[in-house]
């Protein structure tokens, strides 16, 4: 731990309200409990994120964010967010408290981080997290985000599959929403082109459409299109938690830019990430590390003038998205499914 600090036994993690976010989160908090587990970390959640911290094998309890504090007190407390009010909950959970300056912030904070110096060099949104774990110890390095399911959840994920696809047979996990906007989302008439093509090329071959609720209607648009007896939809009816037991079944993941690229890459799936408006230098899939094994999600995108943009909405023709033709996402979804990783 750093010098000058008092042993630390107890830390309070405010957790963050995307899911995307909260993954990668868990890399600097694993790297973090590999050189200190005997350290109990409570995060605070919102309900959107809880059960991203639920299934980390790093987090000893999850809590909702507290609103009032009898009792809760912490050696330490890591405000991954960087709003007022995450900030002024430290105050009251612990006498050091872990932040980036933001939003007038800094005096609620005792290790105030500069997030200008961060934010100008353009690094992976990775490095923010694990910049504030390395202030509670500087050794600590990122790991790649890996999720820890029960017993109960895999078996319950083994059965809804199950009942949808024959056992023996092969699973691609199809996302074809993204929750920041529909810039974000590869056209519906793209997911229908590649997986007609898909389910023709491979008769072992089944496709399941994941979703949350607010884009199941992009997974029924696609099922409405193409209706075919291997593609089958689950989107709008799991949790969080059953989502990413569901995906660690699947042979391989299709996703836009979404809070399901990093539950599949949580999860250890392969697959296929589709970024437009974004930028993958900054919160593209966390790739695995070595020892690791499998070939991680792997970033398709076209370069366009216009990219990125970071518009939830294409005031154009949605060309950085359009281009990216289905044959491309094809040929790298069979290069998967045949065992021969990324050249």
């Given amino acids: 731990m750093t010098e000058g600090r008092k042993a630390c036994a107890t830390v309070y993690l405010r957790g963050l309200n995307w899911i995307g976010d909260a993954v990668l989160s868990l890399g600097a908090l694993q790297g973090f409990k590999k050189i200190h587990p005997g350290i109990s970390v409570t995060v605070g959640a919102p309900p959107a994120t809880a059960g991203v911290y639920r299934l980390s094998g790093a987090v000893d309890a999850v809590i909702d964010p507290p609103r009032l504090f009898p009792g809760l007190r912490f050696d330490a ?59 509670l110890d500087p050794a600590t390095r990122f790991e790649t985000p ?33 929750f920041y906007g529909r810039a974000k989302t590869w056209p519906a008439h793209h997911f229908v082109r590649l997986l007609d093509a898909l389910l023709r090329e491979d008769p072992g071959l089944h496709a399941v459409l994941f979703s949350g609720t607010a884009d199941r209607p992009l997974a029924l648009d696609i099922l409405r299109r193409l209706p075919h007896p291997r593609l089958h939809s689950v989107a709008g009816e799991l949790t969080l938690e059953q989502s990413a037991a569901l995906l660690s079944f699947c042979e391989a993941l299709v996703t836009n830019d979404s809070g399901m690229m990093h539950l599949g890459a949580a999860a250890g799936r392969p697959g296929v990430a589709l970024f437009g408006p974004t930028d993958p230098l900054a919160t593209g899939p966390v790739l695995p590390k070595p020892p690791e094994r499998g070939p991680g999600i792997r970033v398709l995108s076209v370069p366009t003038a216009c990219a990125p943009c970071f518009l939830r909405e294409c005031p154009i023709d949605h060309r950085c998205m359009e281009r990216l033709e289905p044959e491309r996402v094809r040929d790298e979804i069979l290069r998967l499914l045949k065992g021969k990783g990324w050249e």
């Fill in 77 to 135: 407390a890591v405000v991954l967010p960087r709003s007022f009010r995450s900030a002024w909950e430290s105050v009251f959970l612990s006498e050091r408290r872990i932040g980036f300056a933001s939003e007038g912030r800094s005096l609620l904070l005792t290790d105030s981080l500069d997030y200008r110096e961060w934010k100008e060099r353009h690094l992976h949104q990775s490095t923010y997290y694990e910049r504030l774990f390395q202030a």
């Fill in 146 to 178: 890996r999720f820890t399911f029960p017993d109960a959840a895999i078996e319950e994920a083994r059965v809804r599959l199950r009942s949808l696809v024959p056992e023996g047979e092969r699973v691609l996990a199809v996302n074809p929403g993204a």
